[in-house]
Structures are given as structure tokens and as C-alpha cells.
């Protein structure tokens, strides 16, 4: 049991909330006052937003009178202003939608696929490196810039990259830093697909984990069924970035010259969070809604090379 005047609640997904109670030394003419002191420990910023907003709204009373137990006077104030923000806070985690981060119509969306000499294999992960880091500290306009590599196949490189624009992904191509990259690599890549691709749903958390579990997928939709099944992966999508705390980014992305080709890039804070995300309710609910829909599917195992998140 906590002390009573450090009361600690569980929100949904594992968020805590902790209150604490800071005696206010006031002048003897005046009534004993409190300081109340919150800390959010959550993964959606929206969520974290919500608490805040609620948690500011409380107004602690004031005695207008001095009295002999300081600490009962506090925790009489306190609590019904405690719980009543308390369940502020709840019905914000309810409500909060999840953390998404649907690009504009404008965005662009790039899947590149390269296959690297195995030889020369380590220089070219470590010139990619340097390149990632360039990217995210000097253009703003690149949203996205993940590697992995196939698990079965470790010269195969799968590059997902999000651009706020074409204009952005124009400006990309002349910085300097990615022309040196292309001419120390352009040796070292044996074969190299570009791909156009379409935004279907792209859910994503604000923050990556140390070790994440990176897996990608590529499915063939029945285009008579593709409605249907982009609702219903869309809605899968959202739920799992809504109440799973290890899913951290599903990325659903289409050809863009023909839609009924679709791409995964799913982000795992680790292998039992990808576990425990395949024994979900709503990912169940989206496989046998889905099975008579999809024609092929690949699933495929990937080592991260890098992953790249503008900062919020």
C-alpha cells in the first residue's frame, strides 16, 4: 500500500499518474496550503497533453484558518481534488485518439530495395549510418529514414523514407551528404528497386525502444476486396497503436501504380511485444476478416541497420 500522500493509479496500457502532496509553509495569518506535484508516465504525447490540461484545472481549497494537524488539513483538501482530476485524467486516456502519423497529401513515400555486395557489406552499413545522421540533423523535411536488412539475406536492404513533399525529396538528392553517399556506394550496390508508394495507414508512436523488432510484409489484395480490406487494416492499425504500448509504428503502404500491392514496416519494442500483439483481440479480428481477402503474402524477418525519426 502507498503512503497517503503519495497516491499512485494505473491508467489503461501500464500509463501511471503520480500525485504527492507538498506541504506550502504560509504565514500563521494565513490557511495551511498545499502544493500538489504530478508526473506522467505515458507513450502517447496526446495522453500526456490530456492529463496535464485536466490535472491544471484543480483549484485546491484554502482553510481560512490555521490547524492543529497541518498534514490531516492537507490531505482533507487534497484528496476530493485529487480524485476528481483522477477522473479527468481517465476519461482523457479513454478518449485520446491514438498517436498517428498520417502524412499530408502532399507527402512523398519512398521503398527502396538494394542488394549490396556481401564484401564490401560493412562499409556500406557504415556509410549509411553517417548518412542517416546527416539527414536528420540538417533536413527538416524528412519525416522518416529506416534500413533493415533481411534476416535470410543480409545483403538485401529494405530503405523506407517519408518526405513532407517532393520538393523536400528534390532537395534531399542535392545535398551534399547524399551525393557523397551515392558516389562511395554506388560500387558496393549490385542491384536497386525504387518504389513509388501510396500511404494506406501509417500508425506510429512519438518514441522508439533500444532494441526494437523490425518486420516487413508484402501482400497481394484481391482488387475486387480492397476496399474492404484497407477499412479494416486501417481500423487494425489504429487499435494496436492505441492499446498496445510495445507496438511502436505499422506502416501500411501501396504501389503506387497499383494499389492492390501492398508493403508492411512494423516496429516491435521487443519479440514479446511483437508476441503478445499476434495474440490481440483486434489482430485476430483483422486475420480472419481478412484471410479471403489476400491473395500472397511474404512475411520477412529484418536486422535494423537504422532507424530515423524526425523530432516532434
Given at each position: 500500500?502507498?503512503?497517503?500522500?503519495?497516491?499512485?493509479?494505473?491508467?489503461?496500457?501500464?500509463?501511471?499518474?503520480?500525485?504527492?502532496?507538498?506541504?506550502?509553509?504560509?504565514?500563521?495569518?494565513?490557511?495551511?496550503?498545499?502544493?500538489?506535484?504530478?508526473?506522467?508516465?505515458?507513450?502517447?504525447?496526446?495522453?500526456?497533453?490530456?492529463?496535464?490540461?485536466?490535472?491544471?484545472?484543480?483549484?485546491?481549497?484554502?482553510?481560512?484558518?490555521?490547524?492543529?494537524?497541518?498534514?490531516?488539513?492537507?490531505?482533507?483538501?487534497?484528496?476530493?481534488?485529487?480524485?476528481?482530476?483522477?477522473?479527468?485524467?481517465?476519461?482523457?486516456?479513454?478518449?485520446?485518439?491514438?498517436?498517428?502519423?498520417?502524412?499530408?497529401?502532399?507527402?512523398?513515400?519512398?521503398?527502396?530495395?538494394?542488394?549490396?555486395?556481401?564484401?564490401?557489406?560493412?562499409?556500406?552499413?557504415?556509410?549509411?549510418?553517417?548518412?542517416?545522421?546527416?539527414?536528420?540533423?540538417?533536413?527538416?523535411?524528412?519525416?522518416?529514414?529506416?534500413?533493415?536488412?533481411?534476416?535470410?539475406n543480409p545483403g538485401r536492404i529494405h530503405v523506407l523514407e517519408m518526405y513532407d513533399d517532393?520538393?523536400?525529396?528534390?532537395?534531399?538528392?542535392?545535398?551534399?551528404?547524399?551525393?557523397?553517399?551515392?558516389?562511395?556506394?554506388?560500387?558496393?550496390?549490385?542491384?536497386?528497386?525504387?518504389?513509388?508508394?501510396?500511404?494506406?495507414?501509417?500508425?506510429?508512436?512519438?518514441?522508439?525502444?533500444?532494441?526494437?523488432?523490425?518486420?516487413?510484409a508484402k501482400l497481394e489484395i484481391d482488387p475486387a476486396q480492397l476496399q474492404a480490406y484497407?477499412?479494416?487494416?486501417?481500423?487494425?492499425?489504429?487499435?494496436?497503436?492505441?492499446?498496445?504500448?510495445?507496438?511502436?509504428?505499422?506502416?501500411?503502404?501501396?504501389?503506387?501504380?497499383?494499389?492492390?500491392?501492398?508493403?508492411?514496416?512494423?516496429?516491435?519494442?521487443?519479440?514479446?511485444?511483437?508476441?503478445?500483439?499476434?495474440?490481440?483481440?483486434?489482430?485476430?479480428?483483422?486475420?480472419?476478416?481478412?484471410?479471403?481477402?489476400?491473395?500472397?503474402?511474404?512475411?520477412?524477418?529484418?536486422?535494423?541497420?537504422?532507424?530515423?525519426?524526425?523530432?516532434?
Amino acid at each position: 500500500m502507498q503512503p497517503a500522500d503519495c497516491l499512485v493509479s494505473q491508467a489503461a496500457g501500464g500509463n501511471s499518474l503520480q500525485h504527492q502532496v507538498i506541504p506550502h509553509k504560509a504565514p500563521a495569518h494565513c490557511g495551511v496550503g498545499a502544493v500538489a506535484q504530478f508526473s506522467i508516465g505515458t507513450d502517447n504525447p496526446v495522453v500526456d497533453s490530456r492529463i496535464m490540461q485536466a490535472f491544471r484545472s484543480i483549484h485546491l481549497p484554502r482553510r481560512r484558518s490555521c490547524d492543529q494537524n497541518p498534514r490531516r488539513t492537507q490531505m482533507m483538501m487534497t484528496t476530493r481534488a485529487f480524485m476528481a482530476g483522477m477522473g479527468a485524467a481517465v476519461l482523457g486516456l479513454c478518449t485520446a485518439p491514438p498517436v498517428l502519423a498520417q502524412t499530408s497529401t502532399r507527402s512523398l513515400i519512398r521503398w527502396a530495395e538494394l542488394d549490396i555486395d556481401p564484401a564490401q557489406l560493412a562499409s556500406f552499413k557504415a556509410a549509411a549510418q553517417a548518412l542517416k545522421e546527416a539527414v536528420l540533423r540538417t533536413e527538416p523535411g524528412v519525416a522518416v529514414y529506416h534500413a533493415v536488412s533481411e534476416a535470410d539475406n543480409p545483403g538485401r536492404i529494405h530503405v523506407l523514407e517519408m518526405y513532407d513533399d517532393a520538393e523536400v525529396y528534390q532537395a534531399h538528392l542535392q545535398q551534399p551528404h547524399f551525393r557523397d553517399f551515392r558516389a562511395t556506394t554506388d560500387k558496393m550496390v549490385t542491384g536497386r528497386l525504387l518504389h513509388d508508394v501510396v500511404a494506406v495507414r501509417l500508425g506510429a508512436k512519438a518514441r522508439l525502444s533500444a532494441s526494437p523488432l523490425v518486420r516487413i510484409a508484402k501482400l497481394e489484395i484481391d482488387p475486387a476486396q480492397l476496399q474492404a480490406y484497407e477499412a479494416a487494416v486501417s481500423e487494425e492499425i489504429d487499435d494496436s497503436i492505441r492499446l498496445e504500448p510495445g507496438v511502436l509504428t505499422i506502416y501500411a503502404v501501396a504501389s503506387a501504380d497499383r494499389r492492390s500491392q501492398l508493403r508492411f514496416f512494423e516496429i516491435y519494442a521487443d519479440e514479446a511485444a511483437y508476441r503478445q500483439h499476434l495474440e490481440s483481440p483486434h489482430f485476430k479480428k483483422y486475420v480472419e476478416t481478412t484471410k479471403p481477402m489476400i491473395a500472397s503474402r511474404r512475411l520477412f524477418e529484418t536486422r535494423p541497420l537504422f532507424l530515423g525519426l524526425r523530432q516532434r
